[in-house]
């Protein structure tokens, strides 16, 4: 109980970093999606489609070095040298990419179809936020979290602040001949979206250069090594899952007709936030879980613990996942603010599920992180990746974004078993499956006959919630007193 009471502290600390900014950032939505604030449907699915981009070159600059930070600042006894070894090597790349990324910029917008002023924000944005990768892992793992959660939510309240600044109160500027028309357009208000990013990843590195200032750097090769050889499957399997997570839009942009493309791409990024809830207890709780997971591996019976913590999860998971689904339609208006993004909503269910799948997933994947055997990460998420490709692009010229989300479940589902599957084989966890599959079924069943038969009758899906929160209460009455107690 000890152990779970530590992991609640953190996951609530880390939830508060997690959750708030992200609920800051929420904001944006209705922000983006209210008339008259972006020019169109079509200018929201543009925003979207870069930010897919972002998202795979992120992973490309972390290269699995924040993991394998973790797992061997936990395993060595020279933790300066870990320390040092990993801000080097990010340094180092971070400046050469940055240096490539600016000189091919050109050739690098007309590939990916994106005008070059965003891709030169996107850039400078992309170093900032490679700079402070190794400064947060190392807050975490010398549990820190408040300076962490202070430094997150600022960072996205700046954010906000600007889109909000610069959309508002700046926009009949960029519309006057002046200096601000030639700087920022076309489609000024793409580029006031990224400037936004820019000055909030600034401040950022700003309150985080103590790091810098206190740090010892001595590179030991051989040690970058290892953590090279243990970091390697790592990013390949997040390069599979930016694939699993984004690449559905840029696949929509090119497999859709140019003329509905983008605005299919708005409609389905905008309802796809409301699987955000979901999200953010999901990423908090692995927040959470991971540096957990690293520093009790060595601990007396550390299996048992795992396998409660899962339950845990997928009791609070199904709970959230049927709640949003019922109250779907109530929330839509407060997030999504023009009816002309709606016509996607079906495919919210569909997303909560597939993010479901993937938290579990993240629970499951202990076995390969503290067994060092992270290449079976890399085999699963590009499995996973195989299958969001192919099904895009066979179904998303007839199904168009409804593909895109039952791709990204199926995915994420697959990779969910497999891990499981593994698991049993190399580091068996006593989950207790009965209890898992129970959780997960009702709360699938209820969802979707909430959602997909009964949607216009709120008595029957509000019914089914109280039911199901009766069954989890009863089910998990004993660690609820324990809580509660403690």
């Avoid at 609640?8 to 008339?35: C, D, E, H, N, W």
């Avoid at 000024?188 to 990013?197: D, K, L, P, Q, V």
């Avoid at 206190?214 to 930016?242: C, E, N």
């Amino acid at each position: 109980m000890a152990a779970l009471k530590t992991l609640f502290k953190q996951t609530v600390i880390y939830g508060l970093a997690t959750v708030l900014p992200r609920m800051l950032s929420f904001l944006l939505v209705p922000l983006y999606t209210t008339k008259g604030v972006l020019s169109s449907v079509a200018e929201y699915g543009q925003v979207n489609v870069i930010f897919s981009w972002f998202v795979l070159f992120n992973v490309v600059l972390a290269y699995g070095m924040e993991t394998a930070f973790f797992r061997y600042y936990n395993k060595e006894q020279n933790k300066d040298s870990v320390v040092g070894t990993s801000t080097i090597s990010l340094v180092i790349s971070s400046f050469g990419f940055f240096i490539l990324a600016l000189l091919f910029q050109s050739q690098i917008a007309e590939f990916i179809d994106i005008n070059v002023k965003y891709i030169n924000l996107v850039i400078w944005i992309l170093l900032l936020d490679a700079l402070v990768i190794i400064p947060f892992a190392w807050l975490r793992a010398t549990q820190k979290p408040m300076r962490y959660a202070v430094i997150k939510i600022l960072n996205v309240a700046v954010n906000l602040g600007l889109n909000l600044f610069f959309l508002l109160a700046l926009k009949d500027l960029a519309t006057d001949d002046n200096i601000f028309e030639t700087i920022y357009k076309p489609n000024f208000e793409i580029s006031y979206i990224f400037i936004a990013n820019l000055i909030a990843s600034a401040l950022t590195l700003l309150l985080m250069a103590s790091f810098y200032v206190k740090v010892k750097f001595t590179f030991d090769k051989q040690l970058w090594k290892h953590m090279m050889r243990y970091a390697y499957p790592v990013l390949i399997a997040g390069v599979a899952f930016s694939i699993n997570e984004t690449f559905d839009r840029i696949l929509l942009k090119e497999l859709l007709p140019e003329n509905i493309a983008e605005t299919q791409i708005g409609m389905y990024s905008a309802c796809y936030k409301l699987a955000l809830f979901m999200t953010l207890f999901a990423t908090a709780y692995r927040l959470g879980i991971e540096p957990f997971f690293f520093s009790h591996a060595n601990s007396e019976n550390p299996q048992k613990n795992y396998a409660r913590i899962l339950e845990f999860f997928v009791a609070v998971g199904s709970v959230i996942f049927l709640t949003v689904v019922v109250f779907a339609d109530f929330i839509k208006p407060f997030i999504v603010r023009s009816e002309d993004y709606w016509e996607a909503m079906w495919v919210v269910p569909i997303i909560l599920l597939a993010n479901f799948c993937l938290g579990i997933y993240h629970n499951l994947s202990v076995w390969y992180k503290i067994t060092d055997r992270t290449k079976f990460g890399a085999y699963i998420s590009a499995i996973g990746a195989i299958i969001t490709l192919a099904i895009n692009i066979l179904f998303i010229k007839a199904f168009s974004y409804k593909a895109s989300a039952i791709a990204t479940l199926a995915a994420y589902a697959v990779m969910m078993v497999l891990s499981y599957y593994y698991g049993r084989k190399y580091y068996p966890i006593p989950y207790n499956i009965k209890k898992i599959a129970l959780y997960l079924f009702v709360s699938v069943m209820f969802s979707f006959i909430s959602f997909y038969q009964f949607r216009d009758y709120n008595v029957i899906g509000i019914s089914l919630l109280i039911v199901f929160l009766g069954i989890v209460s009863y089910s998990e009455k004993t660690i609820i007193k324990q809580f509660l107690k403690r």
